[in-house]
């Protein structure tokens, strides 16, 4: 079956960065987008960006461009999410999602949410 | 960037009624147009894509109407478990940027 397993609940200071890893079991990593949400506590759906594990292809919302870095690694059906000069409020659960094959942009297959605390 | 409004923001209904809710994007996106439902502590779930299509598995009393800017998600008789967040996000942008609304919460 799907699963999208996804790394662990981490805290940072204002300022550092962070590195949120999925991988991915049960289809071809390389067939299907991966896509990164984020929810702040209580907040809605925040769409950060896009992958293409088959070319390496990004794309990013504006309001994260230049912060924000979607990786893969191929060899171990993983992708990474890193976030730079973090701020308190991008406190939020950071969630990867799998891209619906044939309706681009669309997900079906979450990951299961890490949340990432920022707080001095 | 496409924004997408929904409203209202809560919605309070009791179970058997009939639950109307409302996304507006500030242009066009055609059709491509999804509805995702969340419940407390769980994931997105997907329920209707390109405005009306309803995802296999989804049950038939869901279902979206709408083009352009205006959109509708109608749940015809609210079950228990149909309690939940509702998000629409647009894909017209496609490859460019993806959005969500704000959600409306769908209370007993």
């Known amino acids: 079956q799907v699963q999208l397993v996804q790394s662990g609940a981490e805290v940072k200071k204002p300022g550092a960065s962070v590195k949120v890893s999925c991988k991915v079991s049960?289809?071809?990593?390389?067939?299907?987008?991966l896509h990164w949400v984020r929810q702040a506590p209580g907040q809605g759906l925040e769409w950060m960006g896009w992958i293409n594990p088959n070319s390496g292809a990004t794309s990013y919302a504006q309001s994260f461009e230049g912060r924000v870095t979607l990786t893969r690694d191929t060899s171990i059906n993983t992708a990474y999410m890193e976030l730079t000069s973090l701020r308190s409020d991008d406190t939020a659960v950071y969630s990867c999602a799998r891209g619906v094959a044939v309706i681009m942009g669309v997900v079906d297959y979450w990951g299961q949410g890490s949340l990432v605390t920022v707080s001095s | 960037e496409i924004v997408l409004t929904q409203s209202p923001a809560t919605l309070s209904l009791s179970p058997g009624e009939r639950a109307t809710l409302s996304c507006r994007a500030s242009?066009?996106?055609?059709?491509?147009l999804a509805w995702y439902q969340q419940r407390p502590g769980q994931a997105p779930r997907l329920l209707i894509y390109d405005a009306s299509n309803r995802v296999t598995g989804v049950p038939a009393r869901f279902s979206g109407s709408g083009s352009g800017t205006d959109f509708t998600l109608t749940i015809s008789s609210l079950e228990p478990e149909d309690f939940a967040v509702y998000y629409c996000?647009?894909?017209?942008?496609?490859?460019?940027?993806?959005?969500f609304g704000g959600g409306t919460k769908v209370e007993i």
């Open positions: 049960g289809y071809t990593f390389i067939d299907f987008y």
């Open positions: 996000q647009q894909r017209s942008s496609w490859p460019r940027a993806v959005t």
């Open positions: 242009q066009s996106v055609n059709s491509f």
